[in-house]
């Protein structure tokens, strides 16, 4: 069962329950209206909206924390520790903060497109959680052009950003923003390049089938180690995490192309991309890592393990490395990854037509 | 193409203090750099004038809280000179372990910001970490963790407290070990080497031309120390060696100052072989002759002068200070020119910027 029909069922009897009582109490027509498919369909998407959003919450928070406490350790620190258990709840002492300042409208701002970017980036960014399945069970969308889909939604955001950075009239975040779209569309090239190789081996575009030919044969990690190092690197850039935090670069930028927005704003695009990044780990325990396949432990709670082991990689990262330029990081991704990403789409098509797998 | 003036500072992540850089840029390509400096400008110089000779060692720590020993052994190098007053030779060796001790946890600061500047917040950590080690033993000096207030006209303070050679030593063997783990995540680090090796490029012949001192100098390939050159204290009667880097870069700055650091450890190490017995304070007289005297030293930023001008009272006529970074700053359109916007913290971050000795 998936998360949408779940969705309506619990609201087809909350709905019921309510419209019998309005009936009981002589309001016919206004129950009968209640009980229309149209209706429901529309409590069912808020319903839905409000499902992707609570779990998309609690696992940016959940990654939050552990990039708070991960990196922590390896600054030889403790990390966020008094605020809930284990400092636990200190993101949403962050966020409860973020609510209480006040939103502040530059005055040569182009209003609209201020106001509409950071929209655009935390819509877009939630649905992608919504096209990630955790679980042959759990999900919303089953679609057959699932990744593409997915990459679509993915690269929205370089042109919510730029728009974000020119209306901001900021001279940082106009450099910001420009620098997100030059490195955002130019790593989206290998990001999808890399992905090739998977889609193949699997013969399928749809997120389950990957998953479910990986438990058939292995999990594609193995015959296509290139593109997942390929993937994992582009796929840092995509999400905008040291090393490649150029758009944002706070020595150089003071924050990029999100100088501008305070606030709640801030609270919100900080959410959206860890919503990002979860994405980013969820794509990368799909294609490489066997999706939610697992034994003994339940399929979700494996997926959720895979998934931040992925993003322990991104923190280990951050950890480790400084900054690059941004010529140096177009460099890198025009000159060797899309020479290696075809590469890897080359061994792809030799195990296929090989039969290998 | 447009070009477009951009400040960064006063209140900027990269300035490391109160500063204003304006700089030119056509797209991310700078073509231009312009330094403003005189935010932080407190009329040093001109305070000095009505303290007496020993009331202005505590304002001379304020200078640069990053090398406070520097600046009030500085203070006290001149006015020695001034006064014809000889120090002992304990309180010479003792001075030297201070200055050094303080040299090592200057360019820890240095380094802890460097990390931040190029997005390496670990290195921050990391190098703060060790620097605190280093101001437990200050502190123990003097009691104090950034403005010491340990020099005096003739001699320092007090002696040193009991047991401080073995801990001093034990902290050099820990720190060295450290100085390694350094390198893992600076030196061996390929994205650090593909930010500095090559960037903001001073020639030796610039550098010469524009005054520029202390690591930017030797980074550059030059072979001048004032320590070696115009030596004080004992710094004659140890053996040690100046540190150099011909390639020019930032990279080779980095590469001065952890070599610096390692030859510190060097020299404390056989300050304390050296080091005799004795009184480490003689007395001062209270009025200065009618002269002037001036007195350099190599501080953990370059070449510090502090000019002085006696009249016979108990308060200077006239102090004047060169300070190195307010002459290091003029060379910073050179190092900018034809580099990214990009480069501008890697560049800046690597000549170790300190403000209040800038403006004084």
Known sequence: MDIYGFTEMIVDWLVGIISYFIDWLGFHRFASWLESQSVIDFLT?????????????????????????TLGRLMDRRGAMVVGPAGYFQNIADGLKTFLKEIIIPEKADKKGYNWSPIIIIGSSILLIGLIPISERFYLADLDGGLIFLFAIFSITPFAILIGGWASNNKYSLIGGMRSAAQLISYEVPLLLSIVGVVILAGSLNLSDIVRAQQESIWFVIPQFIGFVIFLITIVAEVERIPFDLPEAEAELVEGWWTEYGGMRFGLLMLAEYFRGYAGAAVGVLLFLGGWNGPILPPEIWFLIKVFIVFFVFIWIRGSLTRVRIDQILNIGWKRLIPLSLINILIAVLIKSMGWL | MAEMWINMGPQHPMTH??????????????VDAEPVVGYLHRGWEKLTENRMYPQIIPMSDRLCYGASMSWSHLYCLAVEELMDVEVPERAEYIRVIVLELQRIASHLMWLAAYGTDLGLLTGFVYAMRERELFLDLLQSVSGARMTYNYMRIGGVRNDLPPNFERDCLRTLDFFEKKLDEYEQIYDKSAIFRLRTEGVGILKAADAINLGVTGPSLRGSGVRIDIRDHDPYSVYDELD???CTHPDCDCYARYKVRMDEMRMSCHIIREAFK????????VKAPRHAPKRTAFARVEDPRGEALMYVIGDGTDKPFRLKVRSPIFVTVSAVPIMLKGYKVADVPAIMGSVDMCLGETDR
């Open chain 1, 45 to 69: 998407i808020l319903g839905v909206a409000l499902i992707l959003f609570i779990v998309g919450f609690l696992i940016a928070i959940t990654m939050i924390w552990q990039e708070r406490k």
């Open chain 2, 274 to 281: 050296k080091m005799p017995d004795g009184p480490v304070r």
């Open chain 2, 17 to 30: 203090g109160l500063w204003n850089l304006r700089v030119k840029v056509d797209g991310e390509t700078i």
């Open chain 2, 240 to 242: 040690w060696d100046i």
